[in-house]
């Protein structure tokens, strides 16, 4: 017991704040592009195997990684031992954990219709929450090393493994792309939406905050946009809008693509 009470001491290790490209900020900016650098650079063929190995690295590590956070904001040492009391409002079905559980997926099965929709979900929402987070990390950065160091791993993680996807052509830069990716960010919406229900009907989180994906009918989001939304409008019409600003995300990350891809085409012909 007194082991496992100093571990949750290291792994509880302080640090101050990082700032919003402060140091700590622009450092794993530079890891994020670097690693994006060299898995276009050094894993450019994009075979089967190399995209399953990708694939189930990012998974393995980031739920490793997500584990850590649960141990962490689950268990507390004090003077005497361990106490115990599980964060649901850290409930692993956010949008930001969805992608390890889908690379898992993806890694294990054979090229398919299903799986090149799971990886274009990949390549385009999830690589758009990964950029939304390096870009203004306010919201996820705390005063503990280790959850710092897990959240820009696992967010860097999701754009290095979807610019590669669009890099090697794996996920091809297409329009209609983005029809195959939609109904993967639906379902795993729909799976948030019935969690959201439950832990309000059942009572069965005492009361704390559980708010999946940060779409619930009973509590008030804190997503940017949305929040200005929600209020306003009946559920139904805000699950439109909701779905239909995380696809025009998504849909620009397409573009995006297939414009630097048209211009490289462009620039290799002068």
């Known amino acids: 017991m007194e082991f496992l009470r100093k571990l949750l001491i290291i792994l509880d290790a302080d640090m101050t704040e990082p700032s919003t490209f402060g140091w700590f900020h622009l450092m794993w900016i530079g890891i994020m592009i670097l690693i994006t650098?060299?898995?276009?650079?050094?894993?450019?063929?994009?075979?089967e195997k190399q995209t399953n190995a990708?694939?189930?690295?990012?998974?393995?590590?980031?739920?490793?990684?997500?584990?850590?956070k649960q141990i962490n904001y689950t268990?507390?040492?004090?003077?005497?031992?361990?106490?115990?009391?599980?964060?649901?409002?850290?409930?692993?079905?956010?949008?930001?954990?969805v992608p390890m559980y889908i690379a898992l997926v993806a890694g294990f099965l054979k090229k398919g219709p299903f799986k090149d929709?799971?990886?274009?979900?990949?390549?385009?929402?999830s690589p758009f929450a990964g950029i939304c987070v390096f870009v203004y990390p306010e919201q996820v950065f705390i005063d503990t090393i280790g959850i710092n160091i897990e959240t820009m791993v696992i967010h860097g993680g999701m754009?290095?493994?979807?610019?590669?996807?669009?890099?090697?052509?794996?996920?091809?830069?297409?329009?209609?792309?983005?029809l195959k990716a939609?109904?993967?960010?639906?379902?795993?919406l729909a799976i948030a939406i019935i969690l959201n229900e439950i832990a309000y009907y059942t009572g069965f989180t005492g009361g704390e905050s559980f708010n999946m994906f940060y779409i619930s009918?009973?509590?008030?989001?804190?997503?940017?946009?949305?929040?200005?939304?929600?209020?306003?409008?009946?559920?139904?019409?805000?699950?439109?809008?909701?779905?239909?600003?995380?696809?025009?995300?998504?849909?620009?990350?397409?573009?995006?693509?297939?414009?630097?891809k048209a211009l490289t085409q462009k620039l290799k012909k002068a």
Not at 75 to 97: L, R
Not at 182 to 188: A, K, S
Request: glycine share 6%; with cysteine; aromatic share 18%.
């Open 75 to 97: 268990f507390t040492a004090t003077d005497t031992g361990i106490t115990a009391d599980f964060q649901w409002y850290a409930f692993p079905w956010q949008f930001c954990c």
């Open 182 to 188: 939609t109904p993967v960010f639906c379902g795993v």
């Open 37 to 47: 650098v060299l898995l276009c650079r050094y894993c450019k063929e994009g075979t």
């Open 217 to 260: 009918s009973h509590e008030a989001s804190t997503l940017p946009l949305f929040s200005l939304v929600q209020p306003l409008v009946p559920f139904a019409v805000g699950l439109f809008i909701y779905i239909g600003i995380f696809m025009l995300a998504a849909y620009v990350m397409l573009l995006i693509s297939m414009g630097i």
């Open 117 to 125: 929709a799971l990886c274009a979900f990949l390549a385009t929402y």
């Open 159 to 178: 754009i290095a493994v979807g610019i590669w996807l669009l890099y090697t052509n794996y996920v091809k830069s297409v329009h209609k792309t983005i």
């Open 54 to 68: 990708i694939l189930l690295t990012f998974a393995i590590i980031s739920i490793l990684l997500e584990a850590y």
